[in-house]
């Protein structure tokens, strides 16, 4: 549980923690030319952490993460050995014969 609310508030803090230091800083007085630019991208990138959320909370618990990490990443996989393989085909009834007869003119 503790792993879990650490992983979430980590990505809380990783996208929206600049974007807070710019608004409480564009709200005490600081003109908004500053750093126009990178408070547009900012507040995009807070849209992430609605999507990325239960992904941390899959990966924090052990079993899932195994799965996920063999799924996803492709971990190693034991090689197939192929082989040529006789197949035999019985009949259940005997073969027929098929004559084709020419055309007649």
């Known amino acids: ?47 992430f952490v609605v999507m990325l959320t239960p992904f941390v909370c899959v990966m924090s618990l052990p079993e899932l993460r195994k799965k ?13 050995a192929v082989h040529p393989e006789t197949l035999t085909v019985t009949r259940l009834n005997p073969p027929r014969a098929l004559s084709i007869m020419p055309n007649a003119q």
């Open 68 to 80: 996920c990490t063999n799924i996803l990443l492709f971990q190693y996989r034991p090689t197939r």
């Open 1 to 47: 549980m503790a792993v879990q609310l650490l992983s979430i508030s980590a990505i809380y803090i990783v996208f929206l923690f600049p974007w807070t230091i710019l608004y409480t800083a564009y709200s005490a007085g600081l003109p908004s030319s500053i750093a126009a630019n990178y408070y547009s991208i900012s507040s995009y990138l807070s849209y």
